[in-house]
């Protein structure tokens, strides 16, 4: 697993339980938007065919978790809330533009993956923090699955780039997001 530069503090976990109705409406708009996001890069490669099944999968599972998140939504008496911007995906992605289709591929799968790793550690905090053991199971296996696609994400990248200018925008692409991370305020969400 990807070493992230920056530790999400156990404050964050605390204010994610303290207001977990939030914290869901928030995490089945992140699922849904991957899965979205997955199935973008698979139509903007589609002669790619191992990066086009690797994101069918990965958008099936998220549209999945999505579902899952609906549904405890529905259990506990809420509703989806409105889409609103992702302020740490939005500073993520507005320092990657790039007109280069290679560059912008190598950018997207990486950050795809940093923010899967990020995912990771967020959902197994939440799973660590909360009470209810049949909640807190969940967000444990959602950690586990945010692992495997962070993994999938980073060989993608490997298998299109050679490795020493994968690694050297990864390195850039993690002080990044450490630094993205960091500045957003403790708050009911993913990111």
């Not at 991957?34 to 973008?40: I, N």
């Not at 690694?167 to 993690?174: E, G, I, K, N, T």
Request: one cysteine or more; aromatic letters at 8%.
């Amino acid at each position: 697993m990807l070493r992230l530069r920056y530790e999400t503090p156990a404050a964050w976990a605390e204010t994610v339980r303290d207001h977990l109705d939030a914290f869901l409406q928030d995490h089945a708009a992140n699922e849904r938007k991957v899965s979205h996001s997955a199935l973008t890069l698979a139509a903007q490669h589609p002669d790619r065919s191992d990066l086009v099944e690797a994101m069918i999968d990965i958008a099936k599972e998220e549209l999945h978790h999505f579902e899952q998140v609906f549904r405890l939504l529905l259990s506990r008496g809420m509703t989806l809330a409105q889409d609103t911007p992702d302020p740490y995906m939005g500073r993520l992605f507005k320092s990657v533009k790039t007109p280069e289709v290679d560059a912008y591929l190598l950018d997207r799968l990486l950050l795809f993956g940093l923010v899967e790793a990020r995912g990771c550690e967020r959902f197994r905090l939440v799973g660590e923090a909360l009470d209810d053991q049949a909640l807190a199971s969940f967000y444990l296996e959602l950690s586990a699955s945010e692992a495997r696609h962070h993994a999938t994400y980073l060989t993608l990248a490997r298998r299109y780039f050679e490795r020493p200018r994968v690694d050297d925008r990864l390195d850039v692409l993690l002080d990044l997001e450490a630094e993205v991370a960091s500045t957003m305020p403790l708050a009911p969400r993913l990111h």
